[in-house]
């Protein structure tokens, strides 16, 4: 390559530089930075002084910044703060300590939860391993199906059928996040990435004396008491009033707060607390708000719980309706770890949308197995495609030979608590363990639905005038046709008056 000239070089660039002094340049519209004022559909008109935004338009841009962050925050700390809603209610409204185990047997008693079932027996206990060392969970032998969770409700193991035991029973010991190794033969040992964490099961047995002393069987202690093992407290809700849904309103971001005081930051999450920092929530420090930052944080909890709502009940996620034609919808949408299968993405709306209904995820709850665990499918929409109405009725028929190896049940939600139906009836759900559930001569269950018992109803589920309902259809233990489709639910279709 021959060597360039300086002076070749210098004309050249003149050349390149002439057409930015061409007439036709000096001529043009106005640059975005020589604008006095940008219009914005969401904002209205935004002051700008050679470019730079003025102090008012600053105001409102750091307030619109803020708003959208935390609305977004406030979807993605649904399954945090959800665990501390569920945690809170059992140790300060129930008085429960850490490692103690309360029942919940009835639908009063389960009245205060998003989305329990209400067939069979809950058991559930918190324990924070920082303060109270590695936790031993005994499991023993029995249908029983659970597990342990983290603070985003991801589990840590299963426990019993769903477990590594798969119902047989054994030890299981817990560490915490940086905890050191532990060499102890004879128990499966699993690592938190969270010090909280939240033991939960439920009692599988078709006779109920024998499916609460199955979980009655469950030993929780520490790792250091395991010379000479406490037994295990068992605690009554008893019918007391409770709630664990996430408010929509400042104390959500109080309930972070306080959660992340001492627990250490996923990767994945220092994004959000980051975008959070300028609002006063930071992991380890005291949540104090001014009154600016209370305003927008006030503001964002009511926006991100409708926001919620809308990706709950409004699923745009594809591949979210069962059955092609019809208004059945999966309810869990995610995978275990929160991530797409490519690990590409978080989950965001799938997880939204579980979180803002239920509670905790295990292997047993994704209903991926055959014979195991549960499905859980939701339906917030009649035949007709229109909102299920408290003030209307409605009937749907339940296929024989339903596909389950233990039993089905339907159970009806109020769409804004997310917990079940109260009503003078006392019973939000039917299931096929019902003694009294009627059935068809071909084996088929109808069920009514509607404020009223109607005339001819067999089955009925009372709901409540001017109040939103949803319903979720469990399988426990599906079998192949729920998997190959061969069997189907019917949509929920009104009756005419």
Known sequence: MPPVRPAALALGILALLAPLSSPSLAQAAPTASAKTSVDMPALGRLQLENGYPTAATAR???????????????????????????????????????GDVLLYRTLQDKAGMLTPNITTLYAFSFWDLAKQGPLVVEVPAGLTAGGVLDIWQQPITDLGQTGPDKGVGGKYLILSPGGPEVVAPGYRIFRSPSNQVWFGTRGLAPDKAVAEATVRQHRLYGWNQRANPPVSRYEEVGGRPWQSAQPADLSYWRLLSELYANEPVAPRDRMMFGMLSPLGIA?????????????????????GDLMARTIAYDKRTPGATVYPGKHWEYAVLFDLDQESPDKRRVQFDERS???????????????????FGQVY?????????????????????????????????????????????????????????????????????????????????????????????????????PTEPYFAKTWQLNDITPIQP
């Open 60 to 98: 409102k841009l750091y307030d619109a910044l803020d708003l959208q962050r935390a609305t977004q925050a406030y979807l993605w700390a649904l399954p945090a703060v959800g665990y501390k809603a569920l945690y809170d209610a059992q140790a300060k409204t129930m008085g429960v300590r850490n």
């Open 283 to 303: 992991p380890g420090q005291a949540f104090k708000p001014d009154a600016r930052q209370a305003r927008i944080l006030g503001e964002a909890a009511q926006l």
């Open 377 to 477: 499918l939701e339906a917030s929409k009649d035949a007709k495609g229109q909102w299920l109405d408290g003030g209307r009725s409605y009937r749907m028929r339940v296929p024989a030979n339903a596909p389950v190896k233990q039993f089905w049940s339907i159970t009806l939600y109020d769409n804004l608590s997310r917990g079940p139906l109260i009503t003078p009836q006392g019973a939000a759900d039917l299931s096929s363990r019902k003694s009294d559930l009627v059935s068809n001569a071909d084996g088929s269950v109808d069920v009514d639905f509607g404020p009223i018992r109607t005339a001819g109803a067999k089955n009925w589920i009372q709901t409540t005038p001017g109040k939103g309902w949803f319903a979720y259809f469990r399988f426990y233990g």
């Open 353 to 371: 949308s579980w979180f803002y209904e239920a509670i905790a995820m295990s292997v047993g709850m994704q209903g991926r197995v055959v014979g």
